[in-house]
């Protein structure tokens, strides 16, 4: 999962609700000072959430873009119920049809273009989105940008983490699978770079607030997950819709090289942010917001 460094807003930024014809869904809103150069729409991963991007809200924002993060269905804040069906990765991509519909339609004049990023499985969920929109008429987005994520499946490593997870969500709670992770987390990795106590405390709140449903369907998407790359391409080639990769230099999900092929594969704009892992929009905000706004422009 990505961790936020910091909880705290921005000044540009507050917390909202997002009405859309397929429901509610929670969000962080930043706002420009000045003129607005365009929109963003930033779509979390796996076990993910609006804050993941919170690190991103004040340069995005400070470059002229209103900038919505928001929690998929199921996630956080958002909720959902059990049904599996709302959890599937088209009525997900749906969802961000919808959300993009109502940013595009909100009241207060003209935010400019509407460029749509997806972080890791969002990644997968956007591009749904695209491929659905993109067999009934125009695109309603100015770009595509899918980061630290791949064309299929996730690596081998991490799916066989991904199906112990599922194998146990039939039978513990969500509450006592994060006490297991606890204890696993106690005995490896640097305790100088854990979390500081109120970010593990957002970490926890964030994960039991997860509805179980969405975390067993989405988690059996990514472990079988099709390869839709070329489907996209010619979409994106049809639309003239601008793409690019973003991802660090390291990822435990989808290997890095993969990652390249599958931007050469969509002769989309390649870049690879230093010193980051799975997270560049936590882990190297700065250089993530230049490269971002740099294509958006």
Same mark, same amino acid.
């Given at each position: 999962? @990505? /961790?936020? #460094?910091?909880l705290?807003? =921005?000044?540009? $930024?507050?917390?909202?609700r +997002?009405?859309?014809?397929?429901?509610?869904?929670?969000?962080?809103?930043?706002e420009?000072?000045?003129?607005?150069r365009?929109?963003a729409?930033l779509?979390?991963?796996?076990?993910?959430?609006?804050?993941?991007?919170?690190?991103l809200?004040?340069?995005?924002?400070?470059?002229?873009?209103?900038v919505?993060?928001?929690d998929?269905?199921?996630?956080?804040?958002?909720?959902g119920?059990?049904?599996?069906?709302e959890?599937?990765?088209?009525?997900?991509?749906?969802?961000?049809?919808?959300?993009?519909?109502?940013?595009?339609t909100?009241p207060?004049?003209d935010?400019g273009?509407?460029?749509?990023l997806g972080h890791?499985f969002?990644?997968q969920?956007?591009?749904?989105?695209v491929?659905?929109a993109?067999?009934?008429?125009?695109?309603p987005?100015?770009?595509?940008?899918?980061m @630290? /994520?791949? #064309?299929?499946a996730?690596d =081998?490593a991490e $799916?066989?983490?991904?199906? +112990?997870?599922?194998s146990?969500?039939?039978?513990?709670?969500l509450?006592?699978i994060w006490?297991v992770?606890?204890?696993m987390?106690e005995g490896?990795?640097?305790?100088?770079?854990?979390p500081a106590?109120?970010v593990?405390?957002?970490l926890?709140r964030r994960?039991?607030?997860?509805?179980?449903q969405a975390l067993?369907t989405?988690g059996?998407?990514?472990v079988?997950?099709?390869?839709r790359?070329?489907?996209?391409?010619?979409?994106?080639?049809a639309?003239?819709?601008?793409?690019?990769v973003?991802?660090?230099?390291?990822?435990?999900?989808?290997?890095?090289?993969?990652?390249?092929?599958?931007?050469?594969?969509?002769?989309?704009?390649r870049?690879?942010?230093?010193?980051?892992?799975?997270?560049?929009n936590?882990?190297?905000p700065a250089?993530?917001?230049?490269a971002?706004?740099?294509f958006?422009?």
């Amino acid at each position: 999962m @990505s /961790t936020p #460094p910091f909880l705290t807003l =921005p000044h540009c $930024a507050r917390p909202l609700r +997002l009405a859309t014809a397929r429901g509610e869904f929670a969000a962080l809103r930043a706002e420009p000072a000045g003129a607005v150069r365009g929109s963003a729409l930033l779509v979390p991963g796996f076990t993910g959430s609006k804050e993941d991007f919170i690190a991103l809200l004040e340069p995005l924002a400070a470059a002229g873009y209103r900038v919505t993060a928001i929690d998929q269905r199921g996630q956080y804040e958002t909720g959902g119920s059990d049904d599996p069906a709302e959890y599937a990765v088209d009525a997900l991509g749906a969802d961000v049809r919808a959300l993009s519909a109502a940013l595009l339609t909100e009241p207060g004049g003209d935010a400019g273009p509407l460029h749509l990023l997806g972080h890791s499985f969002g990644g997968q969920v956007v591009r749904e989105a695209v491929l659905a929109a993109a067999a009934e008429g125009p695109l309603p987005w100015r770009s595509l940008t899918l980061m @630290s /994520t791949g #064309p299929g499946a996730i690596d =081998p490593a991490e $799916a066989e983490r991904t199906k +112990l997870l599922l194998s146990v969500l039939p039978t513990m709670s969500l509450e006592e699978i994060w006490q297991v992770l606890q204890q696993m987390e106690e005995g490896s990795g640097d305790p100088a770079r854990r979390p500081a106590p109120e970010v593990t405390d957002f970490l926890h709140r964030r994960w039991v607030a997860n509805v179980p449903q969405a975390l067993a369907t989405t988690g059996g998407h990514l472990v079988a997950a099709p390869d839709r790359v070329d489907g996209l391409a010619a979409a994106a080639t049809a639309a003239g819709l601008p793409l690019l990769v973003l991802s660090g230099v390291r990822d435990y999900a989808w290997p890095v090289p993969e990652q390249t092929a599958m931007a050469e594969r969509l002769g989309a704009r390649r870049v690879v942010v230093e010193d980051a892992g799975h997270s560049p929009n936590a882990e190297q905000p700065a250089a993530t917001a230049e490269a971002l706004t740099g294509f958006w422009a």
